[in-house]
């Protein structure tokens, strides 16, 4: 059984950061893709960044390139999403998600298991 659990969000100022990590278990992910979507009220999911398991290869959308890194740490089986100059279109549910046969990583239906999401809020 996959289990992505996500953590790290909250209330932040514009301005400030965050990390959100996803621990993953229950399988081995060297073959997988990790991706954090977001989801506002009364938006679509949409796609925020990606990286491989294996190499390493990261994929960011132009929303917050610059501003989001995301990356791995082998050892934890955990994904981070470090967000800097966050603002208040940011807020958003951010969900975990991953995928071991992707070729488009920006799309959600390509994933096969989700978290269950952190809300990140951003005050003005």
């Known amino acids: 059984q996959v289990q992505l659990v996500e953590s790290g969000g909250g209330l932040v100022q514009a301005g400030g950061s965050l990390r959100l990590s996803c621990a993953a278990s229950?399988?081995?992910?060297?073959?997988?893709?990790m991706g954090w979507f977001r989801q506002a009220p009364g938006k679509e999911r949409e796609f925020v960044a990606a990286?491989?398991?294996?190499?390493?290869?990261?994929y960011t959308a132009d929303s917050v390139k610059g501003r989001f890194t995301i990356s791995r740490d082998n050892a934890k089986n955990t994904v981070y999403m470090q967000m800097s100059s966050l603002k208040p279109e940011d807020t958003a549910v951010y969900y975990c998600?991953?995928?071991?046969?992707?070729?488009?990583?920006?799309?959600?239906?390509?994933?096969?298991?989700w978290g269950q999401g952190t809300q990140v809020t951003v005050s003005s």
């Open positions: 998600a991953a995928g071991e046969t992707i070729v488009v990583v920006s799309l959600p239906a390509e994933y096969d298991y």
């Open positions: 229950g399988r081995t992910f060297s073959r997988y893709v």
């Open positions: 990286i491989r398991w294996s190499g390493g290869s990261t």
